[in-house]
């Protein structure tokens, strides 16, 4: 958690996977500069074992004296993504009961922000529930 004056910030992680080679990521990346910097980008930020780049998918939480502001909600259980093997269907809850654990009640978050709508940035903004797809952030904007 990192504190800016009243506001703080902290993230709750879904997951840190290897994804993309750099050349899939940067198609323009001249030849060589990887290996240039592998001793820096191993194993934090580039695999080892694949030589893909090492993403986080992540929340941010914003919490300030009157808002309660998420920033991106993973990617969620339930979804269909054929693109994503290990993403379709997911049935890993872990990111919703951190967000639990972290003391954030669903009902009180007052934004849902999400950057963009990739399936990896919107993922929990719904739920389903009793075979019914259900806000799960219920009262947010």
């Known amino acids: 958690m990192i504190q800016v004056g009243d506001i703080a910030v902290g993230r709750i992680l879904e997951m840190e996977i290897p994804f993309l080679t750099p050349r899939e990521a940067f198609p323009d990346l001249p030849e060589g500069v990887i290996d ?6 191993e194993p934090t930020a580039l695999c080892p074992d694949t030589g893909m780049l090492i993403i986080a998918i992540q929340t941010w939480v914003i919490r300030t004296p009157q808002h309660l ?33 972290s003391g954030i009640d669903p009902s009180a978050v007052d934004y849902v922000f999400c950057t963009h709508l990739h399936g990896d940035h919107c993922g929990w903004n719904t739920r389903l529930l009793d075979g019914r797809w259900v ?7």
């Open 69 to 101: 502001i998420l920033v991106d909600t993973c990617i969620g259980c339930d979804k269909t993504n054929h693109y994503f093997p290990n993403w379709h269907q997911r049935s890993d809850d872990g990111w919703y009961r951190k967000l639990l654990a």
């Open 135 to 141: 806000p799960t952030f219920p009262n947010a904007r």
């Open 36 to 41: 240039a910097h592998r001793h820096w980008l």
